[in-house]
């Protein structure tokens, strides 16, 4: 061996002998940084823990139902009257082109809150607003998704976290859905199964057990116990509108028996003269295969006044 490759040899030793404790670990406990967050779409955001997912295109509420629905759904907006972050997710609504709302009904109430809403969201600034407690310094994740906390607020309703994502999608998210949030979010974790069909001004898709759990809706439980989940959706139809309900049961027979169920609480419904009387005698129920298929055609009073009933 020659007197230059020995010396060659001999300067890039330490050299090797480094990238080789690196590559196997021996160099110390250093580890591949986690990927930067991945939100997409609002339904991105959701946890896979809550059992109802509605989708609000806000553009064609406004067109459909009038300025006055549209104000009531920003006073809907998860927060107490006190919390400015409510007031921050409120004027993040007004600059929303879709808004997808996600909770779970337990105790005989809707409970816990996450909010993501697609649109301009430029110069909104949550530490603008006199949140108390108040909004810390925002966090960097990566991908030009960031984060905002504050410690904890004063009711289970009021939001606690919120990312962002450019200025394009923002996520408000109550202090119990936290943790599920930050694992979809920043972890990679699968977010909800349940997911709105992008159709008409309003959709949702609600997980069976909680519509089962409902006091109020005894019947919904019998007729459709052993189904997962329903959808459907609100859109327009010439002067009215039209409503479309499905959910797939586990056999023909159990859609067939809940078709009949659903029929004769309809005509119950309708014979009560109540508030909802005008809705059930614009419904049809029927049962095709193992789904039980309701559609309703509205004319705009009758949708107007079920939406102020709902939002009261």
Known sequence: MSAAIRSLGLAIAPALFTALLV?????????????????????DAIPPDLDWVVRLD????????????????REKTPGTPHDEAAHFVTDAFERARVVVVATRYEGGAFQDF?????????????RRYTAEPPWQPPIDLGGDVRRWDRIKPKAR???????????HLLVAVTEAEIDSVEAVIERGAPANPLKPRERGFLSAAV????????????????????ARGAEGFF??????????????????????????LLTAARAVLEAGGGRFASL????????????????????RDVLGDLVGEVLR
């Open 280 to 299: 059930a005698r614009h419904t049809s129920i029927e049962a095709q295969g193992a789904v039980v298929i309701a559609r309703a055609e509205l004319v």
């Open 157 to 167: 309703s009021d939001v606690a976290r919120l990312y962002a994502r450019s200025d």
């Open 23 to 43: 590559t196997t670990g021996c160099g110390g406990d250093r580890q591949i940084p986690p990927a930067a967050p991945s939100v997409a779409a609002p339904v």
């Open 235 to 260: 859109d327009t139809d010439g002067d009215g509108f039209r409503a479309e309900i499905t959910c797939e049961l586990a056999t023909e027979a159990d859609a067939k028996q809940a078709a009949e």
């Open 58 to 73: 806000v553009g064609r509420i406004h067109a459909a139902l009038g300025k006055s629905v549209v104000k009531s759904l």
């Open 207 to 226: 997980r069976m057990r909680s519509l089962m759990a409902s006091q109020g809706l005894p019947l919904i439980g019998t007729a459709f116990r052993g």
């Open 114 to 126: 996450v909010v993501a809403l697609d649109g301009d969201f430029a110069g909104l600034d949550p």
